[in-house]
């Protein structure tokens, strides 16, 4: 009688979408912030509870096979989870994506997926911290964020969800939108469409006037195309994320959806403002914004806001502000929670219907 011999576990890098063996070598590399610099340590000689404790701080360094990347690393316990759940955030510079992202994170931090008994930690110490500092930070003084920097290829942040037994990374990818429409197929910036299982379209509510009529969404349709032409996982969730959407408060059907304080994710619910939000788009001629919907098989759609009113610049053609009231960011959850889901997750009622229309 044989027996097989499983071998090593393959996993991804979200940095440079390579697969490989995930091998402990017994060593651990620990982030000197002074010399923004990695030393490598052996951690063979160390008591369980110390080595433990290292390992969930401590990096290894990606092999990247392909040889197409600078060096860079991976959470020491990368392999010790199951795949991630890794999010693209696709859309235009001008769509509010960062802001979006930014609130996304904050609010998952804060506890606001506790009712659904998800709990939330930071996975990546050293890119959460940088996130803090360089988004949330800001944000939450009432600074308006930059857009997205270009040539970005890496993941903005990687959380830790834990529920109902389940142990599982979640990654979220913010590119610029320039980036996304390159044609260059070197170009590493849109690199995270191999690997993402995943994703949220984002559309702001003043490009649903700019963009009436056009019938295009370069930024939508090639990263559509590329997620599509993937060889494996070519239909996955999505939703769609009307974002700025607190300049529609009063205008029908977004003020419903806006004055409501909690979210309420019945499949009713989510089927009814997903109809809603399509309609909203489509009778404003923003038909190129519904092309995911379109695409894939699952899809909801969300009317949000990330930080709840309209940033002030106190100089005329300068390219950040302020916002005069702060932050009151609406439903920038929902995405999320209707994206966990549709992936199996969040165990929701009715959660298979989930972006089945």
């Known amino acids: 009688m044989s027996t097989a011999f499983a071998g090593p576990r393959a996993v991804r890098c979200p940095t440079c979408a390579d697969q490989f063996p995930w091998i402990d070598q017994g060593t651990v590399s620990v982030y000197d912030e002074t010399r923004t610099a990695y030393d490598e340590v052996d951690v063979n000689g160390l008591e369980p509870v110390k080595r433990a404790d290292l390992l969930r701080r401590g990096y290894?360094?990606?092999?990247?096979?392909?040889?197409?990347?600078?060096?860079?690393?991976?959470?020491?316990?990368?392999?010790d989870y199951a795949d991630p759940l890794a999010i693209g955030l696709v859309g235009l510079t001008s769509s509010g994506k960062t802001h979006l992202l930014t609130a996304m994170i904050r609010e998952a931090h804060r506890g606001g997926l506790l009712p659904y008994g998800v709990q939330v930690r930071p996975l990546d110490f050293v890119r959460h911290n940088s996130f803090k500092q360089t988004f949330i930070g800001p944000f939450e003084r009432g600074v308006e964020l930059p857009g997205t920097g270009s040539d970005v290829v890496d993941a903005a942040d990687i959380?830790?969800?834990?529920?109902?037994?389940?142990?599982?990374?979640?990654?979220?990818?913010?590119?610029?939108?320039?980036?996304?429409?390159?044609?260059?197929?070197r170009s590493r910036a849109g690199r995270f469409v191999l690997s993402v299982n995943a994703a949220i379209f984002v559309h702001g509510?003043?490009?649903?006037?700019?963009?009436?009529?056009?019938g295009e969404n370069p930024t939508f349709e090639l990263s559509i195309e590329r997620i599509l032409n993937r060889p494996?996982?070519?239909?996955?969730?999505?939703?769609?994320?009307?974002?700025?959407?607190?300049?529609?408060r009063?205008?029908?059907?977004?003020?419903?959806?806006?004055?409501?304080?909690?979210?309420?994710?019945?499949?009713?619910?989510?089927?009814?403002?997903?109809r809603d939000v399509y309609a909203y788009l489509y009778r404003s001629g923003a038909i190129a914004s519904l092309a995911p919907y379109e695409s894939f098989s699952r899809?909801?759609?969300h009317f949000v806001s990330a930080s709840?009113?309209?940033?002030?610049?106190?100089?005329?053609?300068?390219?950040?502000?302020?916002?005069?009231?702060?932050?009151?960011?609406?439903?920038?959850?929902?995405?999320?929670?209707?994206?966990?889901s549709m992936t199996g997750f969040l165990r929701v009622p009715e959660a298979e219907r989930m972006g089945r229309w």
Not at 159 to 185: H, I, S, T
Not at 232 to 248: C, E, F, G, N, Q
Not at 315 to 338: K, Y
């Open 60 to 79: 290894r360094r990606c092999p990247n096979p392909s040889a197409d990347m600078p060096e860079h690393y991976l959470p020491a316990t990368w392999g």
């Open 205 to 214: 509510a003043e490009e649903v006037r700019n963009d009436a009529g056009s």
């Open 308 to 340: 709840g009113g309209d940033a002030v610049h106190a100089e005329r053609g300068r390219s950040s502000g302020v916002f005069p009231r702060g932050i009151r960011p609406l439903r920038v959850l929902d995405p999320l929670i209707s994206l966990l």
């Open 232 to 248: 494996m996982l070519s239909d996955i969730p999505v939703s769609i994320a009307l974002t700025k959407a607190d300049r529609l």
């Open 250 to 274: 009063y205008v029908p059907p977004a003020d419903r959806w806006l004055r409501r304080a909690e979210p309420n994710f019945a499949w009713r619910d989510v089927r009814a403002e997903s």
């Open 299 to 301: 899809c909801s759609l």
């Open 159 to 185: 959380l830790l969800l834990r529920a109902g037994g389940q142990v599982r990374p979640l990654m979220f990818f913010d590119v610029n939108g320039e980036d996304l429409k390159n044609y260059d197929v």
